[in-house]
C-alpha cells in the first residue's frame, strides 16, 4: 500500500508533522473531518459526542474484538471552517498524557487539498512510544478511507 500520508518527526523533538495532499476540495476535506456520520466511517468509530466550535468537546469510542471500549477525547480550542482546528486529543486507558494538534486545511486547486497536522506530545520518550506503534500504517489507510468515503458521497455544497 502506498504511503500518502507521510510523517516527519525530527529526533529529539516532542512534535511530529503528518501530510497529506487529498484529491478532495478543502470544503469536502474539512467536512470529512467535522459531521460525525463521515468522522464515524473513515475512522471506524462511534461518534459520541461532537461540538466544532471554540470550546467545543468532543468524544469517539471504538469496540475491539473483545468487546472493549476505549475512548478518545478533547477540547477544540480554535475552529475555522475549512482553514483550521487546534484541538487537544487524549486516548483513555493509555499511559499517553493529552496531546495538542494544530490541524490545517489548505486548498491547492478546486478539487484537490492538503492537511498539515502538527502534534505535540508531552515528552519526546512519548512521541516515540507512538511512533514505535503502526502509527504510520494506521493514518495512512484512515486517510485512504476518508478519501474513498468522502467521493463516494459527493458531499460539496
Not at 461532537?50 to 468537546?57: A, I, L, Q, W, Y
Not at 486548498?107 to 520518550?125: D, F, G, R
Amino acid at each position: 500500500m502506498e504511503m500518502k500520508t507521510k510523517i516527519h518527526a525530527e529526533d529529539g523533538k516532542q512534535e511530529l508533522f503528518i501530510t497529506r495532499e487529498f484529491d478532495l476540495s478543502v470544503e469536502d476535506l474539512f467536512t470529512a473531518y467535522t459531521e460525525p456520520e463521515i468522522v464515524e466511517q473513515w475512522m471506524g468509530t462511534k461518534v459520541v459526542q461532537m461540538e466544532n466550535k471554540r470550546f467545543g468537546f468532543y468524544q469517539f469510542v471504538t469496540t475491539d474484538p473483545k468487546g472493549n471500549n476505549h475512548v478518545f477525547c478533547g477540547t477544540i480550542h480554535e475552529f475555522v471552517p475549512n482553514e483550521k482546528i487546534t484541538r487537544t486529543f487524549e486516548m483513555g486507558n493509555t499511559p499517553f498524557p493529552v496531546q495538542l494538534e494544530y490541524l490545517v486545511y489548505e486548498k491547492l486547486t478546486p478539487n484537490t487539498s492538503k492537511l498539515t497536522m502538527q502534534v505535540i506530545y508531552k515528552t519526546v520518550e512519548h512521541r516515540n512510544q507512538i511512533l514505535q506503534m503502526p502509527f504510520a500504517q494506521g493514518i495512512n489507510w484512515a486517510h485512504n478511507r476518508l478519501e474513498e468515503i468522502t467521493k463516494s458521497k459527493n458531499i460539496s455544497r
